[in-house]
């Protein structure tokens, strides 16, 4: 049991639409961060957010934005959705100490 | 180059094999490194914390090389639970900003 829960777990939508996906994690673990994940391909960062500031970004464009809220759960956004963007999206929370990352179990986006 | 690198695989070993992973790193600031198991279609998990001294878990031994910038992940006495993917992750942030990478991820599947 990491504490880090995601929704949805699965949603499609279509190219030009846009998307929200969620994130809450237990009391404590003020840093999130968010990564996409293409079939066959290793995790990439988006971006991390700490204490509610993105604090770090991936090579991501801008229609990729976040916010992180005072209660530490968090959302990603996605605006005019590319089939590209279909992946599974993970966030994580890291243990400031060891840097081990909790992950949550996913958001699967297929985008049409 | 990329920051993290590991050989895709597939590897493809029969039940009690011996089989090592490879990984490399570019950033020498890098400070804390890891294997994580990945299911097929599930969330990264993880493996173990890889050290300099070395360390052991049952069939499971990691290392790092930090003058070489490499860390080796190797498994004995393969079982068929072992068939995932195992991705190399190195962390090179602190507190509450954590820049993790991933590797692209190195897929076992041990054959009975």
């Known amino acids: 049991e990491t504490g880090v829960t995601q929704s949805p777990t699965h949603l499609i939508k279509t190219r030009g639409q846009q998307v929200t996906l969620r994130c809450s994690s237990q009391?404590?673990?003020?840093?999130v961060s968010w990564y996409q994940q293409a079939l066959g391909q290793g995790p990439q960062f988006i971006f991390q957010?700490?204490?509610?500031?993105?604090?770090g970004r991936g090579n991501f464009p801008p229609r990729f934005s976040g916010l992180q809220f005072p209660n530490y759960s968090s959302e990603l956004n996605v605006n005019a959705l590319e089939l590209d963007d279909s992946a599974l999206y993970l966030c994580?929370?890291?243990?400031?100490?060891?840097?081990?990352?909790?992950f949550g179990e996913g958001s699967r986006l297929t985008v049409l | 180059r990329k920051e993290v690198e590991q050989d895709p695989g597939p590897f493809n070993v029969p039940e009690g094999a011996t089989v090592a992973f490879n990984c490399t790193y570019s950033n020498s600031a890098s400070q804390s490194f890891f294997w994580y198991r990945q299911d097929c279609r599930k969330e990264p998990k993880l493996l173990m914390s890889?050290?300099?001294s070395g360390n052991e878990d049952g069939r499971f031994t990691a290392q790092l090389n930090r003058a070489s910038q490499y860390i080796s992940l190797l498994i004995r006495d393969s079982k068929l639970s072992d068939s995932a993917t195992y991705l190399c992750?190195?962390?090179?942030?602190?507190?509450?900003?954590?820049?993790?990478?991933f590797g692209t991820g190195t897929k076992l599947q041990v054959i009975p």
């Open positions: 994580a929370t890291p243990d400031r100490f060891t840097g081990e990352l909790f």
């Open positions: 957010y700490y204490r509610e500031e993105e604090n």
């Open positions: 992750v190195v962390n090179k942030g602190t507190g509450g900003y954590q820049k993790v990478t």
């Open positions: 890889v050290y300099s």
């Open positions: 009391s404590g673990h003020n840093t």
